[in-house]
T-cell receptor, first 111, second 115 residues
Framework: SQQGEEDPQALSIQEGENATMNCSYKTSINNLQWYRQNSGRGLVHLILIRSNEREKHSGRLRVTLDTSKKSSSLLITASRAADTASYFCATVPDSNYQLIWGAGTKLIIKP | GAGVSQTPSNKVTEKGKYVELRCDPISGHTALYWYRQSLGQGPEFLIYFQGTGAADDSGLPNDRFFAVRPEGSVSTLKIQRTERGDSAVYLC?????????????FGQGTRLTVV
């Protein structure tokens, strides 16, 4: 079953703009992870944020986590055409190890 | 190896046939996961191995699906009497020790098409 829901389902912006994607989930979690997927194949881990963390940065990526609202956001700053991909959030519930996935946000960066 | 390797990358089979999908995890990774992803959806958990044993196979949809990891490294996902609904991308991932806070590394997947 899917726990996360990404919002929006699809996002199209101009190169150079910032892209923000949101994820909501249902149960309490140990951590939340964001992944990127190109062309429906391999998934690449972007960032992991633990339940006791509120914000994390990695290069042009900024992730926030609000456990009271059961939501997270992924911000990509100064987007590039190469950022075009689908982005998924995945949660690891308490006392578990499975990644439970949302349906993803399809991001298109227009040159 | 350098990354998780899955073979074949594409497999077309006829309804009712048996298929095997192979996953070579990153060397030294004890945890291995199989997921299935349908078009436009996120991955769906199938099974998790810790070493040679299946720690959790609750995601396998029915008894036509079976997976092994006899030596704690390579894993094979086996599907008997394939059905058109089995068509999907089957993803394998491995992680160093498993558990909640470990990063999973994914292969490129096997696209299975049942005709």
């Amino acid at each position: 079953s899917q726990q996360g829901e990404e919002d929006p389902q699809a996002l199209s912006i101009q190169e150079g703009e910032n892209a923000t994607m949101n994820c909501s989930y249902k149960t309490s979690i140990n951590n939340l992870q964001w992944y990127r997927q190109n062309s429906g194949r391999g998934l690449v881990h972007l960032i992991l944020i633990r339940s006791n963390e509120r914000e994390k940065h990695s290069g042009r990526l900024r992730v926030t986590l609000d456990t009271s609202k059961k939501s997270s956001s992924l911000l990509i700053t100064a987007s590039r055409a190469a950022d075009t991909a689908s982005y998924f959030c995945a949660t690891v519930p308490d006392s578990n190890y499975q990644l439970i996935w949302g349906a993803g946000t399809k991001l298109i960066i227009k040159p | 190896g350098a990354g998780v390797s899955q073979t074949p990358s594409n497999k077309v089979t006829e309804k009712g046939k048996y298929v095997e999908l192979r996953c070579d995890p990153i060397s030294g990774h004890t945890a291995l996961y199989w997921y299935r992803q349908s078009l436009g959806q996120g991955p769906e958990f199938l099974i998790y191995f810790q070493g040679t044993g299946a720690a959790d196979d609750s995601g396998l949809p029915n008894d036509r699906f079976f997976a092994v990891r006899p030596e704690g490294s390579v894993s094979t996902l086996k599907i008997q009497r394939t059905e058109r609904g089995d068509s999907a991308v089957y993803l394998c991932a491995s992680s160093l020790i498993g558990g909640a806070n470990t990063e999973a590394f994914f292969g490129q997947g096997t696209r299975l098409t049942v005709v």
